[in-house]
């Protein structure tokens, strides 16, 4: 005896998240007519297909260095 159950057809969301990649604003103003901002992933996808595939691309907004901090130093316990 056959099920009468059709198969559910698979779904084309990923099951895990496409890792984003850091890019120097310097490499994101030639690369523009090619990627668009996805304001749902705060982060540049391709365009017409950036929905499925390709990279995910951020602004490096790391800096390059720990700057030295010249203020008060507040966490040390007086006392």
């Known amino acids: 005896m056959r099920s009468t159950t059709r198969p559910t057809p698979r779904s084309n969301t990923r099951s895990t998240a496409r890792p984003r990649r850091y890019i120097h604003r310097f490499w994101l103003l030639p690369l523009r007519p090619l990627l668009r901002f996805s304001v749902s992933r705060d982060a540049f996808v391709l365009r017409g297909i950036g929905n499925q595939v390709g990279p995910v691309l951020r602004p490096d907004r790391r800096a390059r260095g720990r700057r ?7 966490r040390i316990r007086i006392g």
């Not at 030295?68 to 507040?74: L, P, Y």
């Open 68 to 74: 030295r901090f010249e203020g008060v130093e507040r």
